[in-house]
């Protein structure tokens, strides 16, 4: 069926500002911290301050929802979904005060379920079974520090520990990145988990049942009625975001409270220095973390990835075997990590003159022609459009699609083409034109 | 029915001179062929002959209609679609059709003819030394009889293909898709053998629930090299025989929401955040028909692709006392003989997870994801099991040792079922309505060698 007029002036607009955005203009950055316009944002540790707070967030249907989450801090009024993302290097003691600003007087408290020995308040943390947690929480308007030795590199979660059913799924939650002692362009302490810095990325899934969420904006009592029996998501959500706010820079002004773009930008990995093509050696990584109740199986078109841990431990057999594994369909199950090397090599390397595609290149006026396309089979090749048809191509990029493979998640409340959907941005090899 | 004239009527009535007269406004892109100066892009190059012609078009095709679920199913606009004296159709449905070999005439005519799942391909490992064969699909646009006004174009998304140019990869948004009355070719170099899926990557919650889905493979370079197992064929190139097989059989699963499919049929809007499947379909159909033969089989017309024999309309051919399953044409049924290995090539584009069980029997996994299962330094990964998890769009490679014939019967029966039990029933009667077929083992000699993919003992072979 096809899309309405109105998604589509509104996605063409968006994405007319990203690319103003990515253009000589001055981004304009929310009072968030700056940092690289794709990619993954940091909030560097070992220590951090963290307020359990609510919000509002934006979603594609131009809806806006009403979450907790948590803000860097020790005051509200720093709201973001998801949580900041917090980076540690192996070794380091982490320490993560959490202020508890939630309404309706809530208490509140944070589990990390990958992580050995945290301590709460200085004593091993323990079960808070009279205040319906997992852990140590604490009452509202009040403060605890939870601390752990960040003993083993890779991805972890953060979420809350105390009425998990329901503060969970209202969104308290974020991710933990830890580096491991060999560097931070590796992700486990092994040679062949290296990648690229620039090409870092995250994909953090989850979704919303406005029922749920609206139920705890009316009243405290409707919210505690709210009948989870009937949890039915109609929203789903990458890094905080629906498609096509996924593929906006970090930071990006209209979305204050939704910091983190899922724009995955490359370049042709070569590994070859005596190809003809620039030297890339390296690989890209997408750190894969589910914070939902459903299975998100993600489906990046065009590459298979090599699954290389999954909920922070590396795949190997007990004598180092290496145990990774490729997909081209990343099943990621509620509360995984899953950390996945992948690249885009040009490996037919067609070129309009040299190594033309063998097929007769149809008229673009007799084509229905995508959004994303540079008019050109050729990477770094921009061809004019024909009338009628605009195009957000920049620089003859390739745009490759990453999206749920449940389908029905591709959605925002009925209006299709939402979601988890984002694309793989492949710039032609360097020197090259692109913004 | 009722006397009202009602949308589809209308649609039905002025549709075609809708899509003749109306361009302007409802196709511009055919307007603008004539308003804009063709760019001379290429000098005419004599490309080889396609290997296969897909057609994306509508059509009709036939589930158990008990239980009904009404209003949805079974949808009464099926029966106006099926042939007098055959069981009415019940469900409104996308899909591709392979129509190489059709004259245009007799390609014209399979609009509104589409079937569920799509055609199964196949093509033989890409090397630029060894086999520097390309596989050329062409596709083309019939356009939607029942809905005129979805002028959707199509595409065809090789799921899972590495390294793939947008121009090849059927995201529409990303490069071109194929508008009603329009042609492409898909030009492929499969560099890596295993089991994939393709689909239609337009409006793809809408064009995949639709039924525009199904599984294509790619053969190893290693077949024909009978050094490491006699029958010279391989799921990879395993370099030792881990992966020979006997006989290779796909089983790709589907959906059906029943509300859906009424809704596209009968002019509605879906949330598809609503989605909900009422039907679980292996290659196309539900448990007891899973077992059925295929549709008559055309043998040398399927070097590429699983091809059903055609009438001189063009039309699909069918098996006397099936006419019923005209639309859904394959078979799921296993038949092997005892101490053969039987590769299953299993892959899922549903929304829901399965978990395909094979009672009796313990599978290898040798594959997923057309990858081998090997870690980075070689090691291997594969493993055994009764119980295959496939999400929604991946697939397995699983290849089982038949076991010894035990009889007293023809041959012993063993299960292969989706252990998810509501994927596995549809309360249809005579049988459980789902995701399950059987593996039947005969005494050792007693089947020739398998002709074709998915192979069934009674299939019509022309």
């Known amino acids: 069926m096809q899309p309405s007029k109105f998604k589509w002036v509104w996605l063409a607009s968006v994405l007319v500002l990203v690319s103003l955005a990515a253009s000589s203009l001055a981004p304009a950055q929310s009072a968030k911290a700056a940092g690289p316009t794709t990619g993954i944002v940091c909030t560097e540790g070992p220590s951090f301050n963290l307020t359990a707070q609510s919000g509002y967030i934006q979603m594609s249907d131009m809806n806006t929802v009403y979450m907790w989450s948590y803000g860097s801090g020790t005051t509200s009024g720093n709201f973001q979904y998801p949580g900041p993302v917090l980076c540690v290097n192996?070794?380091?003691?982490?320490?993560?005060?959490?202020?508890?600003?939630?309404?309706?007087?809530?208490?509140?408290?944070?589990?990390?379920?990958?992580?050995?020995?945290?301590?709460?308040?200085?004593?091993?943390?323990?079960?808070?079974?009279?205040?319906?947690?997992l852990t140590n929480s604490v009452a509202n308007g009040g403060s605890i520090t939870y601390?752990?030795?960040?003993?083993?590199?890779?991805?972890?979660?953060?979420?809350?520990?105390?009425?998990?059913?329901?503060?969970?799924?209202?969104?308290?939650?974020?991710?933990?990145?830890?580096?491991?002692?060999?560097?931070?362009?590796?992700?486990?302490?092994?040679?062949?988990?290296?990648?690229?810095?620039?090409e870092e990325f995250m994909a953090f899934l989850s979704e919303v049942d406005p029922y749920q969420h609206a139920a705890w904006e009316k009243s405290v009592g409707k919210g505690k009625n709210y009948n989870l029996n009937n949890y039915h998501a109609y929203y789903w959500l990458l890094n905080g975001r629906g498609f096509p706010d996924t593929m906006a820079d970090n930071n990006a002004s209209w979305m204050p409270n939704q910091p983190y773009g899922a724009l995955a930008r490359i370049h042709p990995f070569n590994d070859d220095p005596g190809a003809g093509q620039a030297y890339h050696p390296n690989p890209a990584v997408e750190r894969f973390i589910n914070v939902g109740t459903e299975e998100y199986p993600f489906h990046p078109h065009g590459q298979n990835g090599q699954v290389i841990g999954r909920d922070g431990y590396p795949l190997e057999g007990p004598g180092g075997q290496d145990m990774a594994y490729e997909n081209f369909l990343v099943n990621i199950g509620p509360g995984q990590t899953w950390d996945v090397l992948f690249a885009w090599h040009d490996a037919e390397a067609y070129d309009s003159t040299t190594n033309p595609v063998n097929v007769t290149v149809p008229d673009l006026a007799n084509m229905t022609v995508g959004m994303f396309y540079s008019g050109s089979p050729y990477l770094g090749?921009?061809?004019?459009?024909?009338?009628?048809?605009?195009?957000?191509?920049?620089?003859?990029?390739?745009?490759?699609?990453?999206?749920?493979?449940?389908?029905?998640?591709?959605?925002?409340?009925?209006?299709?083409?939402?979601?988890?959907?984002?694309?793989?941005?492949?710039?032609?090899?360097l020197p090259n034109n692109c913004p | 029915m009722n006397n009202q004239f009602?949308?589809?009527?209308?649609?039905?009535?002025?549709?075609?001179?809708v899509m003749i007269t109306a361009g302007a406004s409802v196709l511009p892109r055919f307007l603008r062929?004539?308003?804009?100066?063709?760019?001379?892009?290429?000098?005419?190059?004599?490309?080889?002959?396609?290997?296969?012609?897909?057609?994306?078009?509508?059509?009709?095709?036939?589930?158990?209609?008990?239980?009904?679920?009404?209003?949805y199913h079974p949808d009464p606009y099926g029966a106006d679609y099926t042939p007098a004296g055959v069981d009415p159709f019940t469900t409104y449905i996308f899909g591709f059709r392979n129509v190489t070999g059709l004259t245009d005439a007799q390609r014209q005519n399979q609009r509104n003819k589409t079937q569920h799942n799509s055609p199964f391909f196949w093509t033989d490992q890409y090397d630029d030394v060894i086999n520097p064969k390309e596989l050329r699909v062409q596709l083309t646009n019939l356009g939607l009889a029942l809905r005129p006004d979805l002028t959707d174009?199509?595409?065809?998304?090789?799921?899972?293909?590495?390294?793939?140019?947008?121009?090849?990869?059927?995201?529409?948004?990303?490069?071109?898709?194929?508008?009603?009355?329009?042609?492409?070719?898909?030009?492929?170099?499969?560099?890596?053998?295993?089991?994939?899926?393709?689909?239609?990557?337009?409006?793809?919650?809408?064009?995949?629930?639709?039924?525009?889905?199904?599984?294509?493979?790619?053969?190893?370079l290693q077949n024909g090299d009978t050094s490491f197992y006699p029958s010279g064929k391989y799921a990879y190139n395993d370099g030792d025989g881990s992966t020979g097989y006997d006989r290779e059989n796909a089983l790709f699963l589907s959906e059906i929401w029943a509300e859906g499919h009424w809704n596209d049929a009968h002019i509605q809007e879906s949330d598809w955040s609503l989605f909900k499947a009422d039907f679980s379909l292996l290659?196309?159909?539900?448990?007891?028909?899973?077992?059925?033969?295929?549709?008559?089989?055309?043998?040398?017309?399927?070097?590429?692709?699983?091809?059903?024999?055609?009438?001189?309309?063009?039309?699909?051919?069918?098996?006397?006392?099936?006419?019923?399953?005209?639309?859904?044409?394959?078979?799921?049924?296993?038949?092997?003989?005892?101490?053969?290995?039987v590769l299953l090539r299993l892959a899922n584009l549903g929304f829901r997870e399965a978990a395909m069980?094979?009672?009796?029997?313990?599978?290898?996994?040798?594959?997923?994801?057309?990858?081998?299962?090997?870690?980075?330094?070689?090691?291997?990964?594969?493993?055994?099991?009764n119980t295959l998890l496939i999400g929604a769009g991946e697939s397995y490679d699983a290849i089982f040792e038949a076991p010894a014939y035990e009889g007293p019967g023809p041959y012993d029966t063993y299960i292969l079922y989706n252990r998810r039990y509501t994927q596995e029933s549809n309360l249809s009667p005579g049988g459980s309505g789902g995701q399950r077929t059987e593996v039947r083992v005969y005494p050792a000699g007693t089947l020739g060698p398998q002709l074709y993919l998915n192979q069934h003992p009674d299939d019509l072979v022309s």
């Open chain 1, 90 to 133: 192996e070794g380091d003691t982490v320490e993560i005060t959490l202020k508890n600003e939630l309404p309706y007087s809530l208490p509140t408290s944070l589990i990390f379920p990958s992580q050995e020995n945290v301590m709460a308040d200085g004593v091993l943390a323990q079960p808070d079974l009279a205040n319906d947690s």
């Open chain 2, 357 to 385: 069980t094979l009672a009796g029997i313990k599978m290898r996994v040798v594959g997923r994801d057309a990858s081998p299962m090997k870690g980075r330094d070689g090691t291997n990964t594969s493993y055994v099991t």
């Open chain 2, 153 to 220: 174009a199509h595409t065809i998304h090789w799921h899972g293909f590495r390294n793939v140019i947008p121009f090849y990869d059927g995201e529409p948004h990303g490069s071109i898709s194929v508008p009603v009355g329009q042609i492409f070719t898909y030009v492929y170099r499969p560099r890596d053998p295993g089991t994939y899926m393709y689909h239609c990557h337009v409006e793809d919650v809408e064009h995949v629930t639709m039924g525009m889905t199904s599984l294509v493979f790619v053969h190893p």
């Open chain 1, 147 to 198: 601390s752990f030795v960040a003993s083993r590199p890779g991805t972890f979660i953060y979420e809350s520990g105390t009425d998990t059913k329901t503060q969970v799924t209202m969104g308290l939650a974020g991710a933990l990145i830890v580096r491991p002692s060999m560097g931070a362009n590796f992700v486990y302490n092994r040679a062949s988990d290296q990648f690229t810095p620039e």
């Open chain 2, 33 to 71: 062929k004539n308003l804009m100066p063709e760019e001379v892009v290429q000098a005419a190059v004599n490309y080889p002959a396609p290997d296969l012609f897909f057609a994306g078009t509508d059509g009709w095709f036939w589930l158990p209609p008990i239980p009904e679920i009404p209003p």
């Open chain 2, 6 to 17: 009602s949308r589809r009527d209308f649609l039905k009535v002025t549709g075609g001179a």
């Open chain 2, 283 to 341: 290659n196309g159909r539900v448990h007891p028909y899973t077992l059925l033969p295929n549709s008559p089989i055309d043998l040398a017309a399927s070097t590429n692709c699983l091809t059903v024999q055609f009438d001189g309309n063009g039309n699909l051919a069918t098996n006397p006392g099936y006419e019923h399953l005209q639309y859904n044409p394959h078979s799921s049924l296993i038949t092997c003989n005892a101490g053969e290995r």
């Open chain 1, 381 to 429: 090749v921009q061809k004019t459009m024909p009338p009628g048809v605009s195009t957000l191509n920049q620089c003859g990029e390739y745009y490759i699609i990453s999206h749920n493979h449940a389908l029905f998640q591709l959605d925002a409340f009925g209006q299709t083409l939402a979601g988890p959907i984002t694309y793989l941005r492949i710039d032609p090899p």
